[in-house]
């Protein structure tokens, strides 16, 4: 066989191969997003198969301490908490009231209410106030694209040495590479820029989903 030297284009039937073996959904997290679906919520959770992965990454770091930013119903909070030790702990930040009622409700049912601190708050403002006690294993980005370079700056200095910080929607709806005039695309552009150049961060960009770009904290 030939030497690959470009990726594999995820077709829809490598897709579903991938879902079908690598999944952090279970049956709980099914009924969550079609409760989500019910009461309203768009539909931009992330998928299945990046949820295991960064279940992977938080087990392989022996992450403890997690932030999120954009809870949403809560799928990725959970799927993300479920990876960490009985005494870990994950903040997550939204800010609408009634989504964060209804990702309070579910984190109850999913018995993980000690793990998951759940905020109501415009995230720009409370990370300006944000002072752990120790230092964030990992930090997931996924709310309003236009601050997510803002979010960089807020929360690097904030992660251990060796720790990640990792954002969706890397590949901007497919749109990432083209010439757009889509605000949210441009931030994303932007964004993805400072992550690959940062002089504290090594990244990488992993093309499930929409794309997750992940910087590890060199110094
Ligand atoms: C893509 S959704 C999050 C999905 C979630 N991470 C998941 O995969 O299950 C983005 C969420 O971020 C919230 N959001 C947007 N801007 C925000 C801000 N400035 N502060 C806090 N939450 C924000 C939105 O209300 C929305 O619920």
């Known amino acids: 066989m030939a030497t690959a030297t470009r990726s594999t284009p995820t077709t829809q039937e490598l897709f579903e191969y991938i879902q079908r073996l690598f999944s952090a959904e279970d049956e709980f997290l099914e009924h969550l997003r079609h409760e989500a679906l019910r009461a309203g919520m768009p539909?931009?959770?992330?998928?299945?198969?990046?949820?295991?992965?960064?279940?992977?990454?938080?087990?392989?770091?022996?992450?403890?301490?997690?932030?999120?930013?954009?809870t949403?119903?809560?799928?990725?909070?959970?799927?993300?908490?479920?990876?960490?030790?009985?005494?870990?702990?994950?903040?997550?930040?939204?800010?609408?009231?009634?989504?964060?009622?209804?990702?309070?409700?579910?984190?109850?049912?999913?018995?993980?209410?000690?793990?998951?601190?759940?905020?109501?708050a415009d995230a720009r403002q409370w990370l300006r106030s944000f002072r752990p006690t120790v230092p964030l294993d990992f930090v997931f980005i996924d709310a309003d694209k236009a601050s997510y370079s803002q979010y960089l700056e807020l929360v690097l200095p904030l992660v251990r040495i060796g720790g990640i910080i990792c954002a969706d929607n890397a590949l901007a709806w497919g749109e990432i590479a083209s010439a757009s005039d889509d605000p949210d695309v441009q931030a994303l552009q932007e964004f993805n820029l400072r992550m690959a150049t940062h002089p504290q961060l090594q990244s990488c960009l992993v093309p499930l989903g929409d794309g997750m770009v992940l910087g590890i904290r060199r110094w």
Do not use: C, N
Request: proline letters at 4%; aromatic letters at 6%.
């Open 43 to 70: 539909e931009i959770w992330i998928t299945p198969e990046q949820g295991a992965f960064l279940q992977v990454l938080l087990r392989a770091m022996q992450a403890r301490f997690v932030l999120e930013i954009g």
């Open 72 to 120: 949403l119903a809560g799928y990725s909070a959970i799927m993300m908490a479920r990876a960490l030790p009985p005494d870990g702990k994950l903040i997550t930040l939204e800010r609408e009231a009634e989504r964060v009622a209804f990702a309070a409700q579910m984190v109850r049912a999913a018995g993980l209410a000690e793990r998951i601190e759940l905020h109501h």
